[in-house]
């Protein structure tokens, strides 16, 4: 692969793109503009963890906190064999956007260890993130940084966390991290939110460029919490579903999909999407994203959508679910094309928006029934929704450069309330 090839295929080079070409446009002072480029702080530390063999094996971890100006950090940690400083450093300030795209009152944070969690027990898997979470106990804390799962962890994790944090603590601490499971301080709703978060976007979309929901035709590539979940609510709510795809393959049918039935069909008797019976065309998970649609949601992972096939992508809104599914270099493409876009620092920010009414919960005390979390979800998401729109129709740049744009001023200008201390 070229060196220009390899450059576009980078996630963080694509947000950074998007952050130089927000800043400038936003005319954003010099200063403001490094303070906001760079993280306030970041952390290596080493694990020493005994495996199960009685062998001592140390782990690097990483955890950067880009911003706490608008309240504490929020960033979920990831446990995956390629983690690097360089990816958790600008997966720390994607969430600092993210969160001021929505408007709640978290800055940006991330945090990985290096290691494999297919290749460590149960009890292993334990022992790292009691061990990480014990080194950084002067940086976590529910008004200092908050955690959640992202790749390779999940909610035992957390309750992990959770607990290691309280033994410290000399009490109960649920806030200090989110994601966790129900029956330990976790929120009703949260398992749906992202899909929920997409489909709230995907409605006003709609709504505002006057296209009929029920019958629209969408296609959702991936098929995990983010798809899968969106699937099952935009089917519920009268969406066609003609496209589906997991890592194994894709599903294509003009009559749609019985997304209950494909469902259970993947997660009730694990079979391979691709085989689901008379499921419609067979495609690769790839080509799936290029069959015409009116609603395109690559919910997969990055990189999907790229310079070399953008001109292939037929849809009228295409409603980001992964983070970074499409490269920087994709972006006029698809501009030029007049499709409505719904960016990833929006489209997929219903996690965090719930992850965030889960820390709410925790600290009052008292849990909502989910119907209450899915309206507080509802109205933050339409809000959002609604402020990125203005901004791009007003100032006539496409909806992402409008998020971020919207998203650095609500940090810039928190930042100058706040002033600089000494
Ligand atoms: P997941 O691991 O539950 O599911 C991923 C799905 O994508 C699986 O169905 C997998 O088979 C499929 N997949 C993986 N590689 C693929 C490929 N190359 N082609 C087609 N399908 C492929 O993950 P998730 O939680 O659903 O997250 C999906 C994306 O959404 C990620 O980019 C994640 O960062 C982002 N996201 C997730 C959340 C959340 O709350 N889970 C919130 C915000 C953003």
Redo the contacts with the bound molecule.
Sequence with gaps: MGVAAQEELNVYESAEARFELAAARLGLEHGLYQYMKYPEREITVYIPVSLDTGEIAVFTGYRVLHSTVRGPGKGGIRFAPNVSLDEVRALAAWMTWKCAVVNIPFGGAKGGVICNPANLSKSELERVTRRYTASLLDWFGPERDIPA???GTNDQIMAWVMDTYSMHARQAMTAVVTGKPLDLGGSQGRKE??GRGLMICCNKATAKLGMKREGCRVII????????EGSRLMHEAGYKIVGA????G?LYNEKGLDVPKLYDWVYRQRQP?PEFPGGGEKLS??EVLFRPCDILVP????N?ITSQNAHRVDCKILCE?????TTSHADPVIEKKGIFIIP?ILG?????TVSYLEWVQDRQGFFWREREVNEHLQDVMEQAFDDVVRYAETHRVNNRIAAYIVAIDRVARALKLRGFYA
Excluded at 245 to 248: E, T, Y
Excluded at 348 to 352: K, S
Aim: proline share 5%; glycine share 22%; hydrophobic share 30%.
């Design positions: 799962p992202d790749i939110a992202t590539q991936g098929f995990g919490n983010v798809g899968s795809a997991d890592i194994h894709g999407l998970s790839q919910a997969a992972t990055e999907q679910g992964a983070n970074g599914p990833d997929n920010a219903g996690g965090v």
